[in-house]
């Protein structure tokens, strides 16, 4: 069973702000996924993403989070950066957890609904893995977002058949579930305001410690950019 230290949970207090933040628009349910492998020369690779489902009385599709710069008119370069501070804190957690436990998960995957925050650790060795990172972006949206086959593809068909027909082998997961630490964040858009958000205007990363800001004005290389928009839709 994983330990959860005073330094990990206040990680999450820290991921659960910026995951706030960068959120647009009121929501009642997210899903994210990440996944990190060790390399040569202590450098790490993988992938996050996530997507929420709006607030609303009528049933609305998930929202991707590389939809949200479009969606929103907000700049893709900066809010993609948001997302790379986002994966950094992810990959702080996981090094946290090396400190405990000789066995390291490779992903996670992160619920949070009715102020709950459920977690998936697991331990799965992705370098031995049948499917590539996207095929594993599939079956993850297969399993989580309730996404049917008769809505996919011919090509994400084609996955979700291979999932399925595969043999499936025990793989060692844990759950964790806690109530959500933090609800009063600064949003990236304020939804209660009726203006619209404006290419002009500067992006406040406001999801640090005791509500503090600073400005966030890095803007990522061409190549960084493509590398975060191949999980957009």
């Known amino acids: ?9 206040d990680i999450y207090e820290d991921i659960q702000k910026k995951i706030f ?22 450098q790490k690779t993988g992938e996050l993403f ?9 049933k609305k599709k998930p929202i991707n989070v590389y939809e949200i710069p479009n969606k929103f008119n907000i700049d893709e370069g900066q809010y993609l950066r948001l997302v790379e501070l986002l994966y950094d804190k992810i990959k702080e957690l996981r090094e ?27 331990y799965e060795i992705l370098e031995n893995s049948e499917f590539n990172s996207y095929e594993r972006h599939v079956i993850w949206r297969y399993k989580n977002l309730g996404i049917t086959i008769e809505q996919m593809n011919k090509q994400d068909r084609e996955v ?5 027909l595969g043999a499936k082998t025990l793989k060692r997961r844990e759950l964790y579930e806690f109530g959500i630490y933090v609800k009063e964040v600064q949003n990236i858009v304020d939804y209660n305001n009726t203006q619209n958000y404006t290419e002009n205007q500067n992006i406040e990363y406001a999801a640090l ?25």
């Open 160 to 164: 979700i058949k291979r999932y399925l």
């Open 1 to 9: 069973m994983l330990k959860h230290t005073r330094k990990i949970k």
């Open 96 to 122: 946290e957890f090396k400190k405990l436990d000789n066995e390291i998960w490779s992903n996670i995957t992160l619920i949070i609904q009715n102020c709950k925050v459920r977690v998936e650790y697991d």
């Open 209 to 233: 410690k005791d509500n503090k800001k600073s400005k966030n004005q890095i803007l990522l290389s061409q190549e960084e950019i493509e590398n975060m928009k191949k999980w957009k839709e």
């Open 21 to 42: 933040y960068m959120i647009p628009e009121k929501w009642e349910k997210l899903y994210l996924y990440s996944a990190i492998t060790d390399k040569a020369n202590n």
């Open 50 to 58: 996530f997507y929420y489902v709006p607030k609303g009385v009528l």
